[in-house]
């Protein structure tokens, strides 16, 4: 497979540098940057599209809605030729796409720099984890033990949204350097951090360069390759996040036990600065120039404040759950509820206000897009649980340390990493982005159900194939879920579709770690007569309910009898957690084939970004006034 995946990321690194029959001509004066429309029509797409193209040879692939319906995408910009003109379908006029302006070692840097970045994002997510405990000895703040890491989160969470429709108005390429500039600082000042005060904030202003690089990177993918081809680069970007992820715990245990925990953010420094210089060099995409002033009245203040607000007083409402207070509490309550009041105004202020919205409620018209996201969000609801919750199965229940439970979770990274890339090497070779989401959700059921028949024994046969099965199911669904969406949204809502996507799976997560903590901390408080009558009511309370989770080094501490109880009880709430798992994980598999199959075209469109690409073109101008005269004419019969 990495044979195969070389193979083609070469042969993607070449597409159409050479032209090929297909390619049409064009005037070189129009040959600036590259977009896509709905549907280009050849007497006036000159005139009324803020883009052009280069077509490419076309695939075979049936496009089949989830009721069996052919499907059009918004991206396939193709044209028929009238009666007695040839025949055939025509491309429309044209540019060479971007890809044949760059080369293979232009296209290489960009990648690399797009992938570093991705990385460090990813790292800064886990490479806490094992350094926490240090760091709140030596700040003697134990507050700080869920906010080192809740910061990074949140911040990346709430701005999500707003970063895709900013880049739609300014440019992707100033956004996203502005991100990794951003990104720097908060890791700069978290090095430097001579307070807890100082570290969590700083973690805030990294969360919130890190959400706009994660969202900016997958938008920059799909302006920079064609949809076709654009898989293969999703897949190794999956790939990256998983490695960062699965390594970030270890490698802030080696900083931590070897130099100082500092560097889990000083080594952020070097990396991010030459990304930063080589796509600054680099990177070519379409650049606005957008005034200032009218970038800035265009930006939907009322709605980025409502999803900001709104996202965070939801969050900080779980966050503090039965942590800081209980579940019962008015300050939990409140916040729960008063976010996802505050979340509902956005989707009213997006509907009946916002010229431009930070995201348009059109993209939830379209059953397959809404499909999408559900599979998206069921499919982050039960990654994360891998990520975050067999390190406490392998410390709590098989003894192991930090580092060591970091080395234990690698059968389920490997194994998601190869198989995200290898995705993107069959959606580029087939089109097809819909067998790889039911295989993978089916798979993720079976790897995730298979987490429940783990023991409190050492049965390595059982802890590896499990973990590589889980790993299978959940790579495939990394990028696919997201090309099926921007294949079924129009060019200048990729972005904000992008985003929106984004946005969902951070949600996901975020509840996963929250409910998945509920249920196994409910599971450890109804298990507290075995612990009591075993241990005593000291050890008991430290093992039960909301402090179970923090206490595994007690645990590590028992012998005989108590630890074989205590090992149990913790077994036992974990099991119960992974069938809640396993049941998203099947909720996921029923709605997939909802999502359908579309064409994925090779023909390659970058978009012009610019509040001119907002605009509705006169194509869907038409539609949509064809649409109102429809709706008056039957509501008057």
């Known amino acids: 497979m990495v044979r195969d995946a070389a193979s083609d990321t070469s042969d993607t690194l070449h597409e159409g540098e050479h032209g090929g029959a297909n390619a049409a001509t064009v005037d070189p004066a129009k040959a600036a940057t590259t977009n896509s429309s709905p549907s280009i029509q050849q007497d006036r797409g000159a005139n009324h599209n803020h883009h052009s193209t280069q077509q490419h040879a076309s695939t075979d692939v049936p496009e089949t809605g989830a009721g ?35 080369t293979k070692l232009e296209t290489t840097l960009i990648m690399l720099a797009l992938c570093s970045a991705l990385f460090l994002a990813a790292l800064d997510v886990t490479i806490v984890a094992t350094a926490v405990p240090t760091i709140v000895q030596e700040f003697a703040s134990p ?13 990346n969470a709430a701005l999500v949204p707003s970063w895709g429709k900013l880049s739609d108005i300014f440019g992707r390429k100033a956004l996203l350097l502005g991100a990794v500039a951003i990104f720097w600082i908060g890791s700069l000042i978290c090095a430097l951090a001579n307070s807890m005060g100082m570290l969590i904030a700083a973690r805030a202003i990294q969360g919130a360069g890190g959400g706009g690089i994660v969202v900016l990177v997958n938008i920059c993918i799909s302006d920079l390759f064609s949809m076709r081809t654009r898989g ?28 100082t ?40 203040w009322l709605g980025s404040l409502l999803i900001i607000g709104g996202t965070l007083m939801f969050l900080f409402g779980l966050e503090f759950g039965d942590v800081m207070y209980p579940w019962k509490s008015a300050a939990v ?19 009946r206000v916002a010229k431009y919205p930070v995201i348009p409620l059109s993209l939830f018209k379209n059953r397959a897009n809404v499909a999408a996201f559900a599979v998206s969000f069921c499919h982050g609801y039960c990654f994360i649980s891998g990520s975050y919750y067999l390190p406490l199965y392998f410390q709590a229940v098989l003894g192991a340390d930090a580092l060591l439970s970091g080395v234990y979770i690698l059968p389920y990274a490997l194994s998601l990493s190869f198989v995200s890339a290898g995705t993107g090497v069959w959606m580029k070779k087939t089109g097809q982005y819909l067998p790889p989401i039911i295989f993978g ?26 973990q590589i099965i889980a790993g299978i199911g959940t790579g495939p669904n990394f990028q696919s879920p997201l090309i099926a969406l921007q294949s ?24 996963s770690v929250v409910i998945g903590g509920v249920v196994f901390q409910n599971q450890m408080q109804k298990q507290r007569p075995q612990l009591l009558a075993a241990l005593g009511p000291q050890l008991a309370d430290q093992l039960s309910g909301g402090s179970a989770g923090g206490n595994v080094a007690v645990v590590a501490a028992l012998q005989g009898e108590p630890g074989r109880v205590a090992k149990g009880a913790y077994w036992n709430s974990l099991q119960t957690m992974y069938i809640m798992y396993t049941c998203f994980a099947a909720l996921g598999l029923l709605l997939s084939p909802l999502i359908g199959q579309k064409k994925l075209s090779k023909e390659h469109k970058e978009h012009k970004t610019g509040l001119k690409s907002l605009q509705p073109t ?20």
């Open 68 to 102: 069996g319906r052919n499907n059009v995408s918004p991206n396939d910009d193709t044209t028929t030729s009238p009666p007695g003109g040839g025949g055939g379908v025509q491309p429309p006029s044209s540019t060479e796409p971007p890809e044949a302006g760059r």
């Open 143 to 155: 507050v700080g033990y869920t906010w080192v890491g809740s910061a990074y989160l949140l911040a």
């Open 232 to 259: 293969i680069y999703y897949g190794v970007l999956g790939m990256v996040w998983a490695i960062a992820s699965a390594i970030g715990p270890v490698l802030g245990g080696v900083f931590t036990s070897k130099v």
């Open 261 to 300: 925990w500092r560097w889990c953010f000083y080594v952020n420094l070097p990396i991010s600065a030459a990304g930063f210089l080589i796509l600054v060099f680099v990177l070519k995409l379409h650049n606005p120039k957008t005034p200032l002033r009218e970038g800035l009245a265009a930006i939907d």
């Open 333 to 351: 309550i409140c916040l729960i509820v008063f976010g996802l009041v505050t979340i509902a105004l956005f989707f009213i202020v997006e509907t």
């Open 441 to 466: 959700m089916a798979v993720m059921t079976l790897g995730f159900g298979l987490f429940i028949d783990l023991d409190a024994s050492y049965n390595w046969a059982k802890i590896i194939i499990f």
């Open 488 to 511: 079924s949204v129009e060019p200048r809502n990729i972005a904000s579709a992008t985003s929106a996507f984004g946005f969902v799976r951070q949600l996901a997560t975020s509840i």
């Open 618 to 637: 006169d194509r869907q101008n038409e539609e949509a006034a064809a649409a109102n005269g429809a709706k008056v004419e039957k509501e008057t019969v």
